[in-house]
């Protein structure tokens, strides 16, 4: 089992940052994809960003790309999401989640941390 816990959000004003955190425990995370999805109110959860384990397959939505940096600590467990320049249309409810290794889709996922901003 794998337990996640996000941290990190908070409200901010448009054009403003915030770096979210995903901390794994349970067992050491390895061959496994860390993924970031948000949940607006009123829409369906949605895809943001991901990376594999070696760190050099990332993939983003294309309105995050070039504001989003996702990234991980392997020695850390621990998942991160670097976001600036914010827009008002981020703000949602961020949950990090984990695909591990045979899995076809993320079978892991936190509890979420609310993202708000402001314009």
């Known amino acids: 089992q794998v337990q996640l816990v996000e941290s990190g959000g908070g409200s901010v004003q448009a054009g403003g940052s915030l770096r979210l955190s995903c901390a794994a425990s349970?067992?050491?995370?390895?061959?496994?994809?860390m993924g970031w999805f948000r949940q607006a109110p009123g829409k369906e959860r949605e895809f943001v960003a991901a990376?594999?384990?070696?760190?050099?397959?990332?993939t983003y939505i294309d309105s995050v790309k070039g504001r989003f940096t996702i990234s991980r600590d392997n020695a850390k467990n621990t998942a991160y999401l670097q976001m600036n320049s914010l827009k008002p249309e981020d703000t949602a409810v961020y949950y990090c989640?984990?695909?591990?290794?045979?899995?076809?889709?993320?079978?892991?996922w936190g509890q979420g941390t609310q993202v708000t901003v402001s314009s």
């Open positions: 990376i594999d384990w070696s760190s050099a397959g990332r």
């Open positions: 349970g067992r050491t995370l390895s061959n496994d994809r």
């Open positions: 989640a984990v695909q591990t290794w045979l899995a076809t889709w993320y079978n892991y």
